[in-house]
């Protein structure tokens, strides 16, 4: 796996500092509210997991499955549900956490359906956003930074389902996606 990376672009210790600022501005504005953090799988569990070890508030968790990409690196637009929450919207303040926001299309269908369940409120908290390749008209609430325009891979980002486990952000070796792409 180590020899696929071209190069790590954002490190393990950049990544922590980031949830932590998340932390302390989430602290800040859910302050006494009733708040639920809603992990889209699967990109999303390693900085789920992180974030919420970050707030210091009382919130529950849930997740939702929805599929985007297929095996390459580029949008199909087709999303669908995969696994849908297990817990009743209303009342709850809740934020989606999101690993990347990248064409919008994704966020922007879960917010359409996630809204239609009347929650109290309804933000978004992505770690990584990359504005320059946005589809739809959408920001993030909350996010860690802004990625170049390239496909990154690690701390639960994929590629082919493959690198999740990565502890960093890195960029594959071309020669990676091209083997896949004219397979
Ligand atoms: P969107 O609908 O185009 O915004 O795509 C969002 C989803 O695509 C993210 O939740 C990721 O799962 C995936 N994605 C987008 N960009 C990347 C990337 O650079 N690396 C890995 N996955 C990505
Ligand atoms: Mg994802």
Do not use: H
């Amino acid at each position: 796996m180590q020899n696929d990376i071209k190069e790590v672009l954002i490190s393990e210790e950049e990544i922590k500092e980031m949830i932590k600022e998340l932390g302390r501005k989430i602290d800040k504005d859910y302050k006494g509210k009733n708040l639920l953090l809603v992990s889209v799988l699967k990109g999303s569990i390693v900085f789920m997991a992180d974030l919420m070890r970050a707030i210091n508030l009382p919130c529950q968790i849930d997740f939702m499955a929805v599929s985007s990409y297929g095996a390459g690196t580029t949008s199909s637009g087709a999303v669908k549900i995969l696994k849908d929450l297990d817990t009743d919207l209303e009342g709850f303040d809740v934020l989606i956490i999101e690993d990347i926001l990248d064409s919008g299309k994704t966020l922007s269908y879960i917010l359409k359906i996630l809204k239609s369940r009347k929650p109290a409120s309804l933000k978004i908290c992505t770690l990584f956003d990359k504005p320059k390749r946005r589809k739809v008209k959408l920001k993030a609430d909350y996010f860690g930074c802004v990625v170049p325009d390239e496909f990154i891979v690690g701390y639960g980002l994929d590629y082919a389902e493959i690198y999740r486990n990565l502890p960093f952000v890195a960029v594959l070796k071309e020669n990676i996606y091209n083997e896949n792409e004219t397979n």
